[in-house]
């Protein structure tokens, strides 16, 4: 009996040595000795799911093919906020509790504004995959040169601003033609559909476009356009620029329909997934086009082989977002390989490590949405956009 005894009590004394150790010594911002913690947020349910689920996708699969490669370890926990900014900060501070080092964060705009303060506050270096106002990043000046935001040196984006998609709409629009008589319907409660618009129509205006009508909508009025479109029909406007979400999109081209009004239709990055959208005609949608960095279509070998494992893995052609979500964790893969960034480092260490990277001028990442992309101190990227329309109930590049 002593033996036994005696036996228990070194087994005891063993375990708490070992808890001990592996207890010491660890910063709770740091991750795992093998993994570094990537924290994902964004809609996995509600309205604006499809571009959450789709960067989660993404970023699975680039996720998959970097461990594959058996030197830097990634690993992925990804939380959903519904697209709200209270629960994104919540899922936010979720993810800083269960290690998190670098942040994907967040997916849509009003939750990134939110959860970008508290990722700088920090120290969490962030790329947002497409959270693209400006407000995300801070530090823009306004007409009278004044910075209401100061910029939050930690964060990226991978998407374009919404500056850079209403100029380029209205450089693209002007160059190929597409309208003599504009209008346009917006969401003036929205950060990213107004951003998108202002620059649209201070573009528009110095390249002569002729916008006719300009008609406006909220979150809470988004159900019914009959208004807005009677107006538009009245102006005669044979192009209709949508800077907003595919939701209201979509019942802009039920309702348009059944007026039988058939304008062309002129979308920006919002407008991805319509095509997915659960009880949605596709056949509404056909010839509508929009700017997008990515094309399923596209024929390189990068592109269709990310096709193949997403249309293998979830069932369906990826969309822009899954292209986004792909390429953010590539080029945080590279920026850590170039500052030898390790999983033993603290979240602020590596926050540090990846700014000097990101703002480099050697810096330079070819992904699914854009070759030799390179970030200012700003936190903008640099890419070119790419025309696309529907066709057949398919993206094809323009």
């Known amino acids: 009996m002593k033996k036994f005894t005696k036996v228990i009590s070194i087994v005891l004394a063993l375990t708490m040595v070992l808890a001990c150790l592996s207890g010491c010594g660890k910063d709770s911002s740091s991750g795992s000795s093998g993994a570094i913690k990537i924290g994902g947020i964004g809609p996995l349910t509600g309205a604006a799911a499809i571009y959450g689920q789709a960067v989660k996708n993404g970023a699975e ?3 998959e093919e970097i461990n594959a490669l058996g030197d830097l370890q990634f690993e992925l926990k990804f939380e959903d906020d519904e697209n709200d900014a209270e629960k994104s900060v919540n899922a936010y501070n979720n993810l800083k ?14 939750p990134c504004i939110a959860v970008s303060a508290e990722t700088n506050a920090d120290r969490i270096f962030a790329l947002t995959p497409s959270a693209s106002s400006t407000d995300v990043l801070g530090g823009q000046a306004d007409a009278d040169g004044n910075v209401t935001i100061p910029r939050k040196d930690n964060m990226f984006q991978m998407c374009f601003t919404d500056p850079n998609q209403g100029v380029a709409s209205a450089q693209y629009i002007k160059e190929q033609g597409l309208g003599s008589k504009i209008a346009v319907i917006y969401n003036n409660s929205d950060a990213y559909s107004t951003g998108i618009y202002q620059k649209f129509q201070t573009e528009a205006k110095k390249l002569g476009l002729d916008i006719v009508c300009v008609k406006t909508f909220t979150d809470d009025n988004a159900n019914d356009f009959t208004s807005q ?13 949508l800077p907003i979400y595919y939701t209201p999109a979509s019942l802009i081209l039920s309702q348009a329909n059944k007026m039988q009004y058939a304008p062309k239709f002129f979308g920006v990055d919002g407008m991805d997934g319509i095509l997915t959208l659960e009880g949605f005609d596709t056949a509404l949608a056909e010839e509508v ?8 279509d596209a024929e390189d070998e990068k592109t269709q082989s990310f096709v193949k494992k997403y249309k293998e893995k979830f069932g369906e052609i990826p969309n822009q977002f899954a292209a986004d979500g792909y390429d953010c964790v590539y080029a945080i893969y590279e920026a850590c390989k170039k500052a030898n960034v390790t999983a033993d480092m603290s979240a602020s260490d590596i926050c540090d490590a990846l700014i000097a990277v990101f703002t480099s001028s050697d810096f330079t990442v070819d992904g699914l949405t854009g070759e030799n992309m390179t970030w200012s101190e700003t936190g903008e990227v640099s890419k070119a956009p790419k025309g696309m329309i529907i066709k057949n109930g398919v993206y094809v590049g323009m």
């Open 289 to 296: 086009m929009l700017l997008t960095p990515f094309t399923a």
């Open 229 to 241: 479109l009677n107006e538009i029909k009245a102006a005669e406007a044979d192009l209709v620029f």
């Open 61 to 63: 699969i680039a996720l």
């Open 97 to 110: 509790d269960w290690g998190m080092q670098v942040s994907l964060g967040t997916v849509t705009t009003q």
